[in-house]
Every structure is written in C-alpha cells, then in structure tokens.
C-alpha cells in the first residue's frame, strides 16, 4: 500500500515538474512578446514624433513673409552649404548614400564584431530572449521604415546562421532568440523564413 502511495506520489510530482517547466516556458514567450510590443511602440513613436517636428518646420515655413523665406533661404544656404537642414532631409540624405547595415551600427567600436557576436552578449543580459526587433534597435540606429527593415533583414539572416551553427537559440515558430543555444532545436539547413516588420 505504501509502495503504490509513494508511486503514485512520484508520478504526480513529476507531471507538477514538466508542468512547471512548459509554464516557464511559456512566460518566456509572453515576456519576450511584450519586450517586442514595446520595442515596435518605441519605433512608431520615434517616426510619429520625426513627422510632427517636420510638420512644424513645414508650418513655419508657411507662415513666413515671401522675402523673409527667401532671405532665411539663402543664409541657411549660405551657413549650411550642403548639409541637411531638416531631419526630413537627414532621412533624405542618409537614404541616398545607401547605408550599409553595419554603418547604422550604434556603436562604432562594435562594428568590426559579427552580429551573431554582438547578439549573443546583449542576449546573456535577458535570459528570456529578445524578439528580433527588439535587437535591431540594441544594434542598430536607424532614422525611418526603410532603414529599420534593411537592418532587420540582414540581422534576422545572420543571426538564423547562428542559430544552425549552434551559437545561438530560436524559439520555435517565433522570431524571439536566445543567447544559449541549447534552449531550443537547431533551423534546419535551408529553413526559409519571412520578415513581419512593424507598421
């Protein structure tokens, strides 16, 4: 009788312990998807405010006298030669010079490091893991759409080659990664995947 107790007993302990486990793992989900959530809001806010500066500057524009305008014009002209004088013709600027990923670096002394590199050390801070768009903003630094999803796409496919390499973890059937790559299953050789880039 005790015998089959203490059985009984251990079988249930056991199925509380995978339970736990799966729950974990679950958290880790939802926490990673709420650093996503947050890291997508922060870029959306980032681009909301990037227009109303410019709506701005566009209003004020509007409002000077004609002659004033073209005085304003040519000394900012003249002083700025030709430099951007506007965050939308920062952008501009920064779009027509075709950037590189890697020149969108935050930091420069890590642009001699590999993604997978860089990753992996801001990974071991969130043992969690990070939604990959939340890493590209950690890495990179970019101004609009067109530069976020450049960066992202060149991360995504580096990072998916550590993942095979077995220096990074994927969980699967998401885009959140792991420092540690026995956290989740290696991609298969030729796993294909398509980038959901924020709105």
Excluded: W
């Excluded at 312990?17 to 989900?29: M, P």
């Excluded at 956290?183 to 924020?198: A, D, G, Q, R, W």
């Amino acid at each position: 009788m005790d015998e089959a107790l203490i059985s009984l007993l251990r079988e249930q302990k056991a199925e509380a312990e995978q339970r736990a486990i799966s729950f974990r793992r679950q958290a880790n989900v939802y926490e990673a998807l709420a650093e996503s959530l947050e890291a997508t809001i922060r870029h959306l806010e980032a681009a909301r405010s990037q227009e109303e500066y410019q709506l701005t500057i566009d209003v004020s524009v509007e409002d000077k006298h004609p002659l004033e305008l073209q005085a304003n014009q040519e000394t900012s002209h003249s002083l700025s030669g030709s430099f951007p004088t506007s965050i939308g013709d920062e952008n501009t600027a920064r779009r027509d010079r075709g950037l590189k990923p890697k020149d969108m670096r935050r930091s420069k002394t890590s642009r001699n490091k590999g993604y997978v590199v860089e990753a992996k050390k801001i990974l071991s801070s969130f043992p969690s893991g990070l939604h990959i768009n939340s890493l590209v903003d950690e890495i990179f630094e970019t101004f609009n759409k067109d530069e976020f999803i450049r960066a992202k796409n060149s991360l995504f496919a580096e990072l998916n080659r550590g993942v095979r390499e077995g220096r990074l973890g994927r969980m699967k059937d998401s885009d959140v990664f792991f420092a540690e790559p026995e956290l989740v299953s290696p991609l298969p050789p030729e796993h294909k995947e398509t980038i959901n880039t924020p709105e």
